[in-house]
């Protein structure tokens, strides 16, 4: 089929295509001109780029945004008048992007530097396969974005709550920080009102206030005591400021809150603190003062009270001129004007004019940067004044008695010392003097020790002992021992120590120490204790004499009477009878002796004996008493000898005979009496100017403890074996006597068993 057998049916069809198509074309060609239009009058810089991204066109806008001309663009590649225009640095990152944007697929919105502006460049591939670039001038948007941004971070990272609601109270935004507060999250707290955080303990009359203040337009700023969404409350200090719009109508409220719960506590507990500070210092007995130049600001009850003021009385007035007698006034501000700041006394003035001593200190405080206060401390020091009066007197009474003491101490009869630290550190004349020394240097300085013999009576060093009747001193008090001290000429001497310890004036513990000389006490006890013994001795002795007695009595005298009687019996032969008279006889001799020998102790008892001094020739006398017992002697079966000069010249010395002869005749008699064996010498040796004599035994001997008591009275060596040795104990305290009276002495040398010599001398 070809055209001309179209049918009608055909062309009407073909007809109302055409129609069609004249009408799509109008309106293209409306539509283009409506675009370009859009083109031309766009706000945004347009380019229109073809298939080969070269630049078809540019709007106006363009042009102005970049200052760049539609001639020196139109033709030019996109890469090409990107390379003209952007800064080589940024070019090849930029390049890449833009190829990216115009080949790929476009990107919303692309931000380009471009001289000072910001662009912002987006691209859209047409149908036709041509692309658009759309650029905004995105400058102060940008600034703006940015401006917002540091808003936003500020307000985010706000250490404040940051709220901000409607006209009614509800909430639009939070920050973080409310979160962390309030315990709302944002999402929470939005649409809620405000009043979710109220804890109900502020009166709603302050709301109130707070909602007029605000719908005025004003700022207000408050505390509000907030509860949290768990139940904690919280301290806010908030100002809230009204937003208002261009015409001045207000659409949103601006709460900055900050927590001040802490500061709330801090501060409560400053409060408190002073509070407490305060009573403390009502109930103290100081006065305590802040005054400025004497006006009274603050002042506590004590000092009220100290002056018999009500705290009324005192507030605000003149406090120096109401508690300072007004003669002391000059001092008090002369002090205050040189800030003198170390307690002194003065006179304080009661209400009712009674005046008293004070103690008062003061000094500059700072207050709120004011200078002009001082702060003031006042004691009542009236009791401690009286107490210092008390201690002068006391001090003047202790100087009073140190000084008795002294001179107690000086004169007294007995050495007092004083010892410190182990030392004599003080002494009075009676030690000096005692001590034989010249002075008290000489003593003074010394350890006890020195002023004492090395050793003590008890065999102790002085020296250790000293300090150890020291150390006794100390921990008891007291002390008191007997003590042998030296003088400074060598005499030891026992003292009676007494130590006692006391302190010194400057309350150091030293040693006061008395010695009383106990010489003569100790003499006498000694003598005491000898004539104790004495006396025991003597009282043994007289009961053995009693008993020797009845002894050397009863025997002869029994034997008298008994062969008396038997010569009475008819019919006795001569032997007999002479045998019982030769007893007799022997009994009356040996109570004779015994007889005189009682007569002559008591004679010398009785200190009747008398010497009669004659020319004695002692050769004779010794051979007549030689011959006188030498049957004895020789009955006895012992050895006899008499040893003489050997000059064998007779001598003669002056002396009584009769004693002489008594002496020697006693001791004769005790050699032969004592011994069962052996030999018997007696004789003299003469010396420069006397004659030693001696009788020598072999006989019993006496033991060594003994050989002084045969002296005694009354003395038996042995008193059991007298049994076996008549004797009534008398003859050696005769001959002992004897030898006195004459002018010499008698010993003896002895051992027992072995034999005795006796020894007497005679002044020539
Ligand atoms: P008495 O009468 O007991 O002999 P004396 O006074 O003559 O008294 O002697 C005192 C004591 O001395 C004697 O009892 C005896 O113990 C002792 N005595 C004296 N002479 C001797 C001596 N030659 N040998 C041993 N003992 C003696």
């Known amino acids: 089929m070809n055209g001309t057998d179209k049918t009608r049916e055909q062309l009407i069809e073909e007809n109302d295509q055409l129609k069609d198509r004249i009408t799509s074309l109008e309106k293209a060609v409306l539509d283009f001109d409506h675009y370009y239009s859009i083109f031309k009058g766009a706000n945004d810089g347009i380019i229109c780029f073809d298939k080969g991204l070269r630049v078809l066109d540019v709007n106006p806008a363009f042009v102005e945004m970049t200052g760049i001309s539609k001639d020196e663009i139109i033709g030019k590649s996109g890469f090409s008048l990107a390379k003209q225009f952007i800064g080589i640095k940024d070019l090849p990152r930029i390049l890449n992007k833009l190829r990216k944007m115009f080949l790929d697929e476009p990107i919303e919105l692309y931000e380009l530097n471009f001289e000072d502006k910001v662009l ?50 509800d909430i639009e935004y939070t920050n973080p920080k409310f979160t962390d507060i309030t315990g709302y999250t944002a999402a929470e707290a939005l649409g809620q009102n405000l009043r979710i955080l109220n804890s109900g303990s502020q009166p709603k009359e302050y709301y109130t206030e707070m909602w007029k203040t605000l719908s005025k337009g004003k700022i207000w700023k408050g505390e509000f005591h907030n509860k949290s969404k768990e139940g904690r409350f919280f301290w806010e200090n908030v100002t809230i400021t009204p937003i208002k719009d261009d015409k001045g109508v207000i659409t949103n409220y601006l709460a900055v809150k900050e927590d001040i719960t802490e500061k709330k506590a801090a501060e409560q507990a400053l409060k408190d603190s002073e509070d407490r500070f305060r009573q403390l210092s009502n109930v103290s007995f100081e006065g305590t003062l802040i005054h400025r130049k004497g006006i009274a ?139 034989k020394y010249s002075s008290k240097d000489d003593i003074l300085n010394l350890h006890p020790s020195i002023l004492s013999p090395d050793l003590q009576p008890d065999g102790r060093k002085s020296t250790e002992k000293a300090n150890e ?155 007549y008493i030689y011959n006188f017992f030498k049957p004895e002697v020789d009955k006895k079966g012992l050895q006899f000898s008499l040893s003489t000069n050997t000059s064998g010249s007779d001598i003669s010395i002056k002396t009584d005979e009769e004693k002489l002869y008594g002496i020697l005749t006693n001791l004769v ?80 040398e002895s051992k027992e068993g072995k034999g005795s010599t006796f020894y007497f001398t005679i002044p020539a």
Not at 485 to 501: D, I, M, Q, R, Y
Not at 556 to 577: A, Q, V
Not at 687 to 707: R, S
């Open 297 to 435: 600001i603050d002042f506590n009850l004590s000092l009220a009270r100290m002056f018999g003021y009500e705290r009324e009385e005192l507030l605000g007035t003149n406090l120096i001129e109401k508690i300072i007698p007004k003669e002391y006034h000059k001092t008090i501000s002369e002090n205050i004007n040189k800030n003198y700041a170390d307690p002194y006394e003065i006179i304080g003035k009661r209400k009712d004019g009674s005046t008293f001593y004070v103690e008062i200190e003061s000094r500059y405080i700072h207050i709120d940067s004011d200078d002009s206060i001082r702060a003031t401390a006042i004691r009542d020091i009236s009791e401690r004044k009286s107490a210092e009066r008390e201690l002068l007197k006391a001090k003047e009474r202790t100087e009073e008695s140190e000084k008795r003491f002294r001179e107690l101490f000086e004169k007294s009869g007995d050495p007092i010392l004083i010892i410190e630290n182990g030392n004599f550190t003080d002494c009075n004349q009676a030690t000096v003097d005692l001590l």
């Open 120 to 169: 912002g460049i987006s691209t859209h591939k047409q149908i036709n396969g041509q692309r658009v670039a759309i650029i905004r001038d995105i400058t102060k948007s940008k600034k703006a974005e940015r401006e917002l941004k540091k808003l936003s971070t500020a307000v985010e990272q706000s250490a404040n709550t940051i709220v901000i609601t409607n006209i009614d109270g």
């Open 469 to 623: 009747m020291m150390e006794i001193a100390l921990e008891n008090g007291t002390n008191r021992f007997e003590w042998d001290h030296k003088k400074s000429n060598g005499e030891v001497f026992p003292v009676e120590v007494l130590l006692t310890a006391i302190s010194n004036e400057h309350n150091m513990v030293v040693i006061h120490v008395v010695w009383r000389d106990i010489t003569v006490r100790k003499k006498a006890e000694s003598d005491l204790v000898r004539a104790l013994k004495k006396a025991e001795e003597s009282d043994q002795l007289k009961s053995a004499f009693l008993a020797n007695m009845s002894h050397e009595i009863r025997t002869p005298m029994n034997g008298i009477l008994g062969f008396s009687e038997l010569l009475k019996e008819p019919g006795l032969s001569g032997d007999e009878k002479n045998n019982y008279i030769s007893v007799i006889e022997q009994s009356g001799e040996r109570m004779l002796n015994t007889i005189n020998d009682l007569i002559e102790m008591s004679k010398l008892e009785a200190g009747q004996m008398y010497v009669s001094i004659t020319e004695v020739n002692v050769k004779k006398q010794l051979e």
């Open 669 to 748: 008699k005790n050699a032969i009496k004592y011994t069962e064996a052996g030999s018997i010498e007696f004789g003299y040796h003469e010396k420069d100017n006397y004659i030693e004599f001696f009788v020598e035994d072999t006989g019993i001997g006496i033991p060594p403890d003994q050989q002084q008591s045969i002296f005694e009275r009354f003395f038996q060596a042995d008193m059991t074996k007298s049994r076996a040795y008549e004797g009534a104990g008398l003859g050696l305290a005769i001959t002992k006597a004897n030898v006195e009276l004459l002018g010499g002495r008698i010993r003896v």
